[in-house]
């Protein structure tokens, strides 16, 4: 898609780059900014020339992901085996073709926040926080569950960037099990869950079946009657054409019950 309205491009190579004109707009990967009309966009700001790493260690032994990082260098960083398959599975759940997971970057999946935006889904499973920069220096960090507001909704500020998505330590040893449904083999995700096994409880992350993420917490060995009601606690669902409502509050709820019993069953071996 040619951006007809585009009349500047400009490489950011510092920090104090990033302050907008008005009419201007980040690129990255760019592969949903360039898949429809944006009227509004006069000015493009390439980020790819500040030179973020990818994937980076942190000193607590966590990981910084780059804001600019692709879909397929999340894919072939070499993960812990806690969340190797757990990385593997939310990319592939974007079902997109392997010349956009070249291209599109995590920052652009987090910023866009669609329902079904699948790294969503996986840095609000792994408790990850979003670091927002603005040019004049200052930094805000929110967790990703919080982050993200609506469809398509962000907490993100005017003039404010996303640098990062910064994963704790203790959420790449945990264990994962996950599930994910569409309509259709090959189809946009309708519901996914996560679950996460911490020390003193189990979590339950819900995406694409809600407007934004939604974070359960279960006590350890939770009963199908307690997750049933945890998840009954949801407080609003989201429908399209990719799934009703009520279709996708049961598929949550079952997913949601084989998870918890899968990490109810490896704990027990």
Request: charged share 15%; proline share 7%; aromatic share 6%.
């Amino acid at each position: 898609m040619d951006l007809a309205s585009v009349a500047s491009y400009r490489l950011a190579r510092s920090r104090a780059d990033l302050a907008l004109a008005p009419g201007e707009t980040y690129v990255a990967g760019g592969t949903w900014l360039f898949s429809e009309p944006q009227p509004a966009v006069t000015g493009l700001v390439d980020l790819a020339p500040l030179g973020w790493a990818p994937v980076a260690a942190l000193p607590d032994g966590g990981v910084s992901i780059a804001a600019t990082c692709t879909i397929e260098q999340l894919q072939t960083h070499p993960w812990p085996a806690s969340v190797a398959a757990l990385v593997r599975q939310c990319c592939d759940a974007l079902l997109m073709s392997f010349k956009v997971q070249h291209t599109a970057t995590i920052g652009g999946n987090h910023a866009l926040s669609l329902p079904a935006a699948a790294t969503v889904s996986l840095t609000s499973a792994l408790a990850a926080e979003v670091v927002l920069w603005h040019a004049d220096g200052a930094e805000r960090r929110v967790p990703v569950v919080d982050f993200v507001v609506g469809a398509g909704r962000t907490v993100r500020a005017a003039g404010e960037t996303i640098r990062a998505i910064e994963v704790p330590a203790a959420s790449l040893t945990a264990r994962y099990a996950f599930r994910r449904i569409s309509l259709t083999d090959l189809g946009r995700s309708s519901a996914v869950v996560i679950a996460r096994q911490d020390p003193d409880a189990v979590v339950v992350t819900i995406t694409a079946a809600t407007p934004r993420p939604t974070v359960l917490r279960l006590p350890p060995g939770a009963s199908p009657a307690q997750v049933a009601a945890a998840v009954a606690t949801v407080p609003e669902w989201f429908g399209d054409p990719h799934g009703a409502v009520d279709w996708r509050r049961a598929q949550t709820e079952r997913m949601a019950l084989e998870a918890v019993a899968e990490l109810a069953g490896e704990a027990s071996r």
